[in-house]
């Protein structure tokens, strides 16, 4: 494994580029790029991974690399073995991470680079306390739609409706704090369809907790026993949100949308999430959310009718 200082982060980068882009015979200048970009799309995965594409066809104009953030979860085991399809690099930002390439595990802390080519087999897995955050090139681009397809991944900026684990934002001009905020309330929902309680309680902060409000009664349940709660279902828990408006001072965020509620496709009960967010170290964080629980026509339905599983 390599060692670099955090200043060569962006000479990695410009050799991915060159590496990627550097023809046989002349170069040829391709237009059409972003100049500047706050990334194109977000993909949360049922392990509590997220990983966030900076560069790819959409905004580089070509598709020769791809550049992403990738966030591990605290506590994320290790994950199967598998092959991609363009070379790997991995610039570890912060955290331990288990670099395990063909049965050979290598220790990448912040400031290490670590490589696999598509014919290896590779694994990852979180060796510290702390989260595992790291920019990934992929070499030749296109990784990205081979991870998961479109239409799991989540536009960003982008108005989007009609999965199950995507939101429709209300505005067309989000700034990227807005979107954080959004995508961290959406990581919770992501984890819940995904039976997954791990990335469940890392979506939240330790002392978080829902309340399920109505006329004449709460019902306070802590992010712990929640999870558990989600270990123990056999069937995903679809929560799909729309519309969400978001406010922002500073740290402290809310998130108010209208849901729907289903048990697998079976539809359970429709209400409004009320989110208080927290940003904290490692990103924004959800520490409460109250909820209605409803039926129509108290509360609405998703437009797009009931969800499907075929994602």
Known sequence: MIRLGRSALAVLIAWGLTLACAPAGSAQQVDGYARSSSGTRTLTLGSGTVI?????????GSGEVEVAEITFAVGQSATAGHHHGAMEIFYVIEGVLGHVVNGVEYRLEPGMVGVVRPEDEIIHRVLSDEQVKAVVLWVPGGEGDRIAPADRWTRIGA????????????SETQNDEEQAVI???????????????????????PEGFLMAVGLETMRRTTRDDFAARIADQSRPMIERMWDPEVRIDGPVATLWAPYDFYSALEFSHCGTDAFQLAKTPDGWKVVLVS????????????????PSLSR
């Open 183 to 205: 995508e961290a309330a959406q990581a919770m929902f992501d984890a819940m369809q995904a039976l997954d309680p791990v990335a469940f309680r890392a979506s939240m902060v």
């Open 52 to 60: 966030k594409m900076l560069l790819d066809a959409s905004n580089l």
């Open 159 to 170: 108005r989007l409706s009609g999965s199950p684990s995507r939101v429709a934002s209300g």
């Open 291 to 306: 909820y209605t629980v409803q039926m129509p026509p108290a509360c609405n339905t998703h437009a797009d009718g009931p």
